[in-house]
């Protein structure tokens, strides 16, 4: 049994902590949002993530997991402190650091005993260096320490069984001892552990996460080109998945990635290029690409009921992705803030991120379910793929929509069921064929 103090209990924080006790460590979530620890004081997790409540309830009750906001009661007994707080977008693109100099300042100051400090939130490569800087001069009085590098790779949604059962682990430093004592916490995992020096551990995060951002901005210029030529970028993906060297992941053609990594990941990758005086073409280009998708949605809004004044459209979703209560840079959020500036009147159904969503934009009507979202509405909006979508009794929907319009963002639906059905559907990439796009008469 190791212990293992961690700052920031946030997505990353609380699954890195709540995993770790379960793997039979004692863990300390620290956190400055004293919220946020009341929350988890009485048992109730913060966010929504699958699982989560029921692997708090039982390493609590075990005794292997606790949650405070002092950083001295943290770090009493600590042999590892791993850092997990945010790293937002600053206002050129690159990383706001903000909050891992407040945290590496605080962990310098309240260290009793030598420490191994672990990175796992995503930062620019230099920064571990930096914080090593930082925490050695804050220290009262000098005490050992290393600092390791070590992403995190996991998914908002699937991030417990993500943590579990990761395809990697990265860690990088140059102290090795340090490293290795990092990797044997690990080693329950049962997966390859890949070590490396700081910064390199630190641009494999950024170069995965661009990597998976090139992905989804390549298939939705495909979908794009699907969409004139009469293909559909749907088979066209599943078709070009099989290829090992080219992967199923990540291929789904719509609104294009949003949330809370991809967006600012990319941002600051291409800002630490240009620093150095790179050009990231393919970056800007994959940046370009996902832009235009909130925008062509609302096109595709507007082709379909025209002046959108007065009427009524209906998003389903409005997470960033599914199984999330996630609504940072959420696309169906900034769909919602077009519309409205055009005049429509906007409902939305989610199944859990309707109380938070109310906050950000009290504008939108929330609807109890689907069915309630659809009665009345000129249009409905697909923005998250959340499963009971994929479920819906979409006859029903038809029969109590105003007008039988469905624009969907995530390519959920088949466009000749759609058909079938009397919608007028539009999905992203799917090019009709012969037989025109559904709703519309095709000339013989
Ligand atoms: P988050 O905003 O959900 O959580 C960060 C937490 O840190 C918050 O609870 C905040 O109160 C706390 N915090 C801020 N300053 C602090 C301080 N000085 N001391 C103690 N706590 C402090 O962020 P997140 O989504 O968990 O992301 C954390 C990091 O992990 C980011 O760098 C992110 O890029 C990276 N990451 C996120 C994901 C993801 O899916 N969310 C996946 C992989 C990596």
């Not at 029921?54 to 009493?76: K, W």
């Not at 070590?150 to 682990?169: K, N, V, Y």
């Not at 925008?295 to 809004?301: A, D, G, I, R, S």
């Not at 929330?366 to 009971?388: F, H, I, K, Q």
Request: hydrophobic share 45%; with cysteine.
């Amino acid at each position: 049994m190791k212990t293992i103090a961690v700052v920031g209990v946030g997505y990353v924080g609380l699954v890195t902590g709540v995993c770790f006790a379960d793997l039979g460590n004692r863990v300390v979530g620290l956190d400055i949002d004293e919220e946020k620890i009341g929350r988890l004081r009485r048992g109730e997790p913060p966010i929504y993530e699958p699982g989560l409540a029921e692997m708090i309830a039982r390493n609590r009750a075990a005794g292997r997991l606790s949650f405070t906001t002092s950083y001295a009661e943290a770090l009493a007994e600590a042999e590892f402190v791993f850092i997990a707080v945010g790293t937002p977008a600053g206002v050129d693109g690159e990383a706001d650091l903000k909050h891992v100099r407040a945290a590496a300042e605080s962990i310098a100051r309240a260290m009793v005993a030598p420490l191994i400090v672990v990175n796992k939130s995503t930062v620019p490569v230099g920064t571990g260096d930096w914080v090593a800087d930082i925490i050695r001069s804050k220290q009262p009085r000098a005490i050992p320490f290393s600092v390791v590098s070590c992403p995190e790779f996991l998914r908002e949604g699937s991030a417990i069984a993500d943590f579990m059962h990761p395809a990697r682990t990265v860690l990088g430093s140059l102290d090795l001892e340090a490293m290795a004592k990092v990797a044997r916490l690990h080693l329950p995992l049962r997966a390859p552990i890949i070590t490396t020096d700081l910064r390199t551990a630190e641009m494999i995060k950024y170069a995965s996460n661009a990597f998976l951002a090139t992905k989804i901005s390549f298939i939705n210029e495909i979908a794009n080109i699907c969409e004139e030529l009469g293909a559909d970028v749907k088979e066209v993906a599943a078709g070009m998945g099989y290829d090992p060297r080219i992967g199923s992941h990540m291929l789904e053609a719509g609104l294009g990635y949003g949330g809370s990594c991809f967006p600012k990941d990319v941002k600051a990758l291409a800002f630490m290029a240009a620093q150095k005086g790179r050009h990231p073409q393919l970056l800007r280009a994959v940046m370009d690409i996902n832009a235009d998708r909130r925008p062509m949605l609302v096109e595709k809004v507007r082709e379909l009921l025209g002046d959108l004044r007065g009427k009524t459209v209906g998003l389903l979703g409005l997470t960033f992705k599914e199984n999330t209560d996630d609504l940072r840079d959420a696309p169906a959020l900034d769909v919602a803030r077009m519309l409205l500036g055009e005049g429509a009147k906007l409902k939305a159904y989610d199944p859990v991120g309707m109380r938070a969503a109310e906050a950000l934009a009290p504008e939108i009507e929330m609807a109890e379910d689907p069915y309630e979202l659809a009665a009345g509405a000129d249009a409905l909006v697909v923005s998250t793929p959340w499963n009971e979508f994929k479920q819906l009794d979409l006859a029903r929907i038809r029969e109590v929509m105003r007008r039988p319009i469905l624009v969907d963002g995530r390519n959920l639906y088949d466009p000749a069921t759609m058909k079938r059905l009397g919608f007028v559907y539009r999905g992203f990439g799917r090019g009709y064929g012969p037989d025109g796009a559904p709703g519309e008469e095709v000339a013989a």
